[in-house]
């Protein structure tokens, strides 16, 4: 193979990707002088920055003259620069060839070994991992892995704070984290030490999410974490649900570990035990770790919690799953099936995005082969002797990482010298089936995909061994137990070379494949994510960077090739796809991966409960060892879109949530790539029956986008989300949101937004605006909020003084910076975008909050959460945070 000598420049979004997460950087911004290439920061958002490339023109002191490649001159401080001493992709390669291949054994095969891995990461074949690409060479204290599972806490004060402070000093180096929190005591159960009750395990995830959150603000890399629990736990449905609860866990990712035995009681409407160890047994403080199994089989004793059904917990998975894709399941018992190291290493959780299961003190070592250079087009086919040669080399690439990268805790370096596991994955697989016309899903590329992925598997694990001959293989291989893991046994069927050679020479590294999102890498490259399909082959990207638009080179050069025809049908994108067939790609390629996969199931906006529930049960019959959807619209907030952020914030969305779940990834967002989907339509209100088509003749139908803003006011059942859109600059659709999924106020604050709606679309009446507040301004009910103007009596006098303000300040409105347009969750309760500022803004008296509501109670979901006896409780049905 030789290095393609080009140079690679780097445009657009792709050049600041490069620049601010990969590239080699300048510790100190005061280095930074005329005709210096810097990124800089043109809004200081700590959750939605802007940064721009840009060349210094002048520098004065402490400020510096910027020119944008968009032509924008800024003036701004050097403190806001961001200086990088490498600038093009050739000298980061220059920098990782070198770093990998100084681990070699002697000067002869480091030279050997950097120019191969020189020839693999020339052109983006070879795209190593977040974390490798920014620390390999460039710094003796950034990790080189991306990820990390801890072991699951000691069940004690001592214990939990150990496992946070582990936690806190990964994410402070750029790792993120997986917990499974299964080895925690059950809400209520008996703390003898203190005379009282647990809080449970589910309130102990909120402190490790509310810790993640704060390094997420603190750090240059959001923090990430997953957290788990296993189907048996007594704490389980809370865990499902506790996303519904307002401000509880909004900085980690969910999943729940589902064994084979609670599927079939599934499939036999079995009903289901939870429970939790005896923790009076005297050996609990030292033998519990959060095994069950292990625990029963040392004869320890079980204390049983409750009979459920088991339909009833899966029930719950499902519909939060279909509501706001969480939680994710993993197949934790099938997945330690298959796992080479199920022998002396289980899987007990996995990494954020989840394509990685990992032991305690685990490890992420990741990095992608880019499937988009390995088109023959003489051929018309895959480039396979390349592909071969590149996949073997890049084997060898992540097993020098585990020697190369520095290890800040003993542990980590103990497992992962033991185990030495990578993770080799690809990105781009989407475009190489466009030039091949394969039609991703069709029957014909789950062929492709199982020939495909089955021979980059058998490349790997053939390189495994040949580098296991020269310098061994890891130190827990055990010949006869790994090849009885139910992944080997499939290899072995079908590869029996690769049997052959790790029984002669043993394998170097107990797992080799991974199918990471590569989010950030695959866009910084120019091609698809992962394994997914293209989102679209137009859309927006919003990331710290700034909000980006964004077009696919393969559909845009067909364009301009065929002007005035559509893009053939093996152009696909995520959401062209049924839910199906995505899982059974997912499935396909699944079989050649010996660990996970992060992978997605879009869905459109009517997919129903129970389409949910036969799709998670078809992944779990299909193999695959976990299963994420996203359903169109069912969260607030997202990576990609279709349309403009101005259009996409306009686009009523009548799923919008109470509260804003902000969720930890890859993904590349807070999801799993290619998760992100376009704002739903709004519902029409009016039935078919006869006298509603009578109605329809006069009720004016909706348009695909209207636009509007949303206001947040408190009333006296809590705070309360108010989106109205305009139809021809008049109010024309109302959505509200307040209280407690699934409670008796959000069900009629969601009846009083519709009827309202319909209200407002109905007939030509010219002063239908006037007549709705006139008769919903002033209604009260057994409580209020605030005094004077300020006063809210009722939710339905929310609604009237939003309509007010809406047809008095419209204008405002849309030029207040912390006015989301429909996005409530992002508007700050003290910033000039609350409602009561815009009056202000035109002479009124300041209204920018209503006063303080009572809190909702999370057991009976009313606004009756009260202070007392310096603890919250609840006046209507006694809950306690306290007890």
């Given at each position: 193979?030789t290095t393609?000598?080009?140079s690679?420049k780097l445009?657009g ?12 950087k300048?510790?100190?911004p005061?280095?930074?002088k005329a005709g210096?290439v ?9 959750k ?6 840009g ?8 400020m510096v ?8 001159m800024?003036?701004?401080?050097v ?15 220059d920098r990782?060839?070198k ?6 054994s002697t000067p002869?095969?480091?030279q050997?070994?950097e120019?191969?891995?020189?020839a693999?990461?020339d ?16 710094s003796?204290?950034l990790t080189l892995?991306?990820c990390?599972?801890?072991?699951s ?5 001592g214990?939990?704070?150990k ?14 984290v ?9 809400r209520?159960?008996?703390v003898?030490g ?8 589910v ?11 704060l ?8 923090g990430?974490l997953?957290?788990?629990?296993n ?6 449905m809370d ?6 609860t307002?401000?509880?866990?909004t900085?980690?990712?969910l999943?729940?570990?589902?064994s ?7 499939k036999q409407?079995g009903?289901?035990q939870?429970?939790?160890?005896d923790?009076?047994d005297?050996d609990?403080d030292?033998?519990w ?6 625990w029963?089989e ?6 049983h919690?409750r ?6 917990i899966?029930h719950?998975i499902?519909?939060?799953a279909?509501k ?7 197949f934790m ?10 022998y ?24 992608a082969?880019?499937?988009?250079k390995?088109?023959d087009?003489a ?7 390349d ?9 060898r ?13 003993e ?8 185990e030495r ?9 989407a475009e190489?089936?466009i030039k091949?016309?394969i ?6 590329s ?5 020939k495909?992925y089955g021979?980059i598997?058998?490349?790997?694990y053939l ?7 020269e310098?061994?293989a ?8 790994y ?27 107990v797992?080799?494949i991974?199918?990471a999102p ?18 679209a082959?137009?859309y ?10 964004q077009?696919?080179?393969i559909?845009?050069?067909w ?8 893009l ?16 059974r ?22 997919f129903?409960?129970e389409?949910t529930a036969?799709?998670y ?16 619209g069912s969260r ?7 349309t403009k ?12 949530k109470?509260?804003k ?8 967002s807070?999801l799993?790539?290619?998760s992100a989907?376009t ?10 029956s ?8 006069q009720?004016?139908s909706r348009p ?8 947040k ?10 989106t ?5 600059g008049?109010?024309a ?6 209280g407690?999924a699934?409670?008796?106020v ?6 009083l937004g519709?009827?309202?709606s ?7 009446h010219g002063h239908?605006?006037?007549?709705l ?12 909020i ?13 609604v009237?003084?939003?309509l007010?303000s809406?047809v008095q ?7 207040a ?9 992002a ?6 975008g ?8 035109n ?10 509501s009572r809190d ?9 959460l009260i ?8 006046s ?8």
């Amino acid at each position: 193979m030789t290095t393609n000598k080009l140079s690679h420049k780097l445009e657009g979004l792709s050049e600041k990707i490069f620049l601010d997460r990969y590239a080699w950087k300048d510790a100190d911004p005061n280095h930074a002088k005329a005709g210096d290439v810097v990124l800089v920061l043109t809004k200081d958002d700590p959750k939605f920055p802007t940064k721009e490339v840009g060349e210094i023109i002048e520098r004065q002191g402490q400020m510096v003259k910027v020119k944008t490649r968009s032509g924008d001159m800024i003036q701004t401080e050097v403190e806001k620069l961001t200086l990088n001493i490498e600038r093009t992709p050739e000298e980061m390669w220059d920098r990782l060839a070198k770093a990998m291949a100084s681990v070699e054994s002697t000067p002869e095969e480091q030279q050997k070994w950097e120019s191969k891995f020189r020839a693999v990461l020339d052109d983006w074949k070879l795209v190593p991992g977040g974390r490798i690409a920014a620390g390999a060479g460039a710094s003796d204290e950034l990790t080189l892995f991306n990820c990390y599972v801890i072991p699951s806490p000691e069940d004690s004060r001592g214990g939990i704070m150990k496992t946070l402070t582990e936690m806190t000093e990964i994410m402070a180096r750029g790792g993120g984290v997986g917990i499974n929190l299964s080895s925690l005591r059950p809400r209520r159960a008996v703390v003898k030490g203190v005379n009282g009750s647990s809080s449970g395990s589910v309130s102990w995830g909120g402190l490790f999410s509310y810790t993640t959150g704060l390094i997420e603000q603190g750090g240059s890399r959001r923090g990430a974490l997953m957290l788990m629990m296993n189907d048996w736990h007594p704490d389980i449905m809370d865990f499902i649900t506790v996303k519904q609860t307002m401000g509880q866990v909004t900085n980690a990712n969910l999943s729940v570990c589902v064994s084979n035995a609670f599927m079939e009681a599934v499939k036999q409407d079995g009903d289901w035990q939870l429970v939790f160890p005896d923790t009076s047994d005297p050996d609990y403080d030292t033998e519990w770790n959060g095994d069950l199994q292990q625990w029963k089989e040392a004869g320890h004793p079980v204390i049983h919690y409750r009979t459920v059904k088991a339909r009833e917990i899966w029930h719950t998975i499902i519909e939060s799953a279909w509501k706001s894709a969480e939680p994710g399941v993993v197949f934790m018992e099938y997945y330690n099936q298959m796992s080479n190291s199920w022998y002396f290493n289980p899987i007990i959780c996995t990494n954020p995005c989840g394509e990685q299961g990992l032991p305690g003190w685990g490890v992420c070592n990741l990095s992608a082969i880019n499937l988009s250079k390995f088109y023959d087009e003489a051929s018309h086919d895959v480039a396979w002797r390349d592909l071969a040669e590149t996949t073997r080399i890049s084997a060898r690439f992540l097993d020098n990482v585990i020697d190369a990268t520095p290890y800040h805790f003993e542990e980590n370096k103990k497992n992962q010298q033991r185990e030495r596991r990578v993770g080799l994955g690809t990105m781009g697989l989407a475009e190489l089936m466009i030039k091949l016309r394969i039609r991703y899903g069709s029957p014909e590329s789950l062929e492709f995909l199982d020939k495909l992925y089955g021979f980059i598997a058998r490349e790997a694990y053939l390189a495994s061994a040949d580098i296991a001959a020269e310098k061994g293989a890891f130190p827990a291989f055990e010949v006869e137990p790994y090849l009885q893991s139910g992944f080997m046994k499939k290899m072995v069927e079908t590869y029996p070379e690769v049997g052959e050679a790790i029984r002669k020479q043993g394998i170097r590294n107990v797992t080799l494949i991974t199918q990471a999102p590569t989010g950030s890498t695959g866009t910084m490259v120019g091609t698809s994510t992962g394994i997914e399909p293209y989102f679209a082959f137009k859309y927006f990207r919003q990331s710290r960077l700034g909000y980006d638009e964004q077009f696919v080179p393969i559909a845009q050069e067909w364009l301009n090739e065929h002007p005035g025809e559509e893009l053939p049908d093996y152009y696909v994108t995520a959401m062209d796809l049924s839910a199906e067939n995505h899982i059974r790609v997912q499935a396909a390629i699944q079989q050649w991966v010996d660990s996970s996969i992060s992978k997605t199931a879009n869905c459109p906006a009517d997919f129903t409960v129970e389409d949910t529930a036969q799709l998670y049960e078809l992944a779990f019959d299909l193999g695959c060892k976990g299963v994420t959807i996203y359903r169109d619209g069912s969260r607030d907030v997202q990576v990609l879109s279709t349309t403009k952020k101005e259009e996409a914030k306009s686009e009523a969305s009548s799923e919008t949530k109470g509260a804003k779940e902000e969720t930890t990834a890859t993904m590349a967002s807070t999801l799993p790539s290619g998760s992100a989907v376009t704002e739903p339509e709004g519902k029409t209100f009016v039935n078919s029956s006869s006298s509603a088509k009578v109605l329809d003749k006069q009720y004016k139908s909706r348009p695909q986008v209207l636009r509007g803003a949303t206001y947040k006011i408190n009333t006296p059942f809590g705070m309360a989300y108010i989106t109205i859109n305009d139809l021809d600059g008049i109010p024309a659709e109302i959505f509200l949101n307040v209280g407690k999924a699934g409670s008796d106020v959000f069900a009629m604050a969601e009846a009083l937004g519709r009827v309202c709606s319909l209200f407002l679309r109905y007939g030509d009446h010219g002063h239908k605006v006037e007549l709705l507040i006139k008769h919903l301004k002033g209604i009260g009910g057994s409580g209020a909020i605030g005094f004077g103007v300020n006063r809210v009596e009722s939710i339905a006098d929310a609604v009237a003084k939003a309509l007010e303000s809406h047809v008095q300040s419209t204008a405002e409105v849309h030029e207040a910076d912390s006015i989301e347009v429909n996005d409530p969750f992002a508007i700050g309760s003290s910033k000039e975008g609350d409602v009561g500022l815009q009056e202000k803004k035109n002479g009124g008296e300041e209204r920018s909050t209503f006063g303080e509501s009572r809190d909702l109670c999370p057991s009976c979901g009313s606004a009756s959460l009260i202070n007392m006896e310096g603890c919250k409780t609840c006046s209507n049905c006694g809950y306690s945070k306290c007890s």
